[in-house]
């Protein structure tokens, strides 16, 4: 298994740019999330989906998108990039094993907006 | 809204020095805990987690974690810490029936020197 995997690694784009950071789990996980890491805040949650084609607000939500039309891809969109939205994005999946779940993340995509 | 604390955001030991991480929390009711390990340039790996149970927690490559509902900590321990164990350490505290929302904590920096 893959795990849990992301692309691209690096991104650079310019104020107003939209983009796609993709996020694809082998794993058969039912739940999937994507969360932002900035230095001392620790890592904050953006959207979930507890399965396909059901998707919710986290933390952070605002500037992002997400859709879930397969169990195994949870891309995040940014509509018009901000340099707010300059971070560390972590995707995540899990499933819930007789009522105790584990987060497994993937690598990260390093986002810098000009 | 729940939050979680981490006292301890620089922290530079020796090897073999013994190791205490602080992690307190912000909630009254049922909680999931989590420690994540976050080595240079990789992603988040979980060190241990506490659903039920045991309160005393043991997790992978020696470390381990006491969870103390009274005060509201789960502060996690190593008798002697290796230089290998340099990393970012993170506590997350899940307070959600069903998906998992994790709220992170802001993450000690661990510097052991060999």
């Known amino acids: 298994n893959a795990g849990v995997t992301q692309t691209p690694k690096f991104q650079v784009l310019k104020t107003g740019q939209s983009m796609t950071l993709q996020c694809a789990q082998d794993?058969?996980?039912?739940?999937m999330s994507w969360y932002r890491q900035d230095p001392g805040m620790g890592l904050r949650l953006i959207h979930y989906s507890v399965g396909a084609g059901i998707t919710d607000q986290g933390e952070v939500p605002n500037g992002y998108n997400v859709s879930r039309s397969t169990t195994e891809d949870f891309p995040l969109r940014l509509l018009s990039a901000a340099p707010s939205q300059t971070s560390v994005y972590f995707c995540?999946?899990?499933?819930?094993?007789?009522?105790?779940?584990?987060?497994?993340f993937g690598p990260g995509t390093r986002l810098l907006v000009l | 809204a729940q939050s979680v604390s981490q006292h301890n955001h620089h922290v530079i030991l020796s090897e073999a020095a013994s190791l205490e991480l602080g992690c307190n929390y912000s909630?009254?009711?049922?909680?999931?805990l989590f420690w994540y390990v976050q080595y240079p340039g990789q992603h988040l790996q979980l060190l241990l987690k506490y659903f039920s149970g045991d309160p005393l927690v043991k997790g992978i490559k020696g470390f381990e974690a006491e969870f103390i509902k009274s005060k509201f900590s789960f502060n996690l321990r190593k008798p002697s810490v290796q230089w290998s164990d340099t990393a970012e350490y993170f506590c997350?505290?899940?307070?959600?029936?069903?998906?998992?929302?994790?709220?992170f904590g802001t993450g000690t920096r661990l510097l052991v020197s060999p």
């Open positions: 997350a505290v899940n307070v959600n029936t069903g998906f998992q929302k994790l709220v």
């Open positions: 794993m058969n996980h039912e739940y």
């Open positions: 995540a999946s899990s499933y819930d094993f007789g009522g105790e779940e584990t987060q497994y």
């Open positions: 909630y009254g009711g049922t909680v999931n």
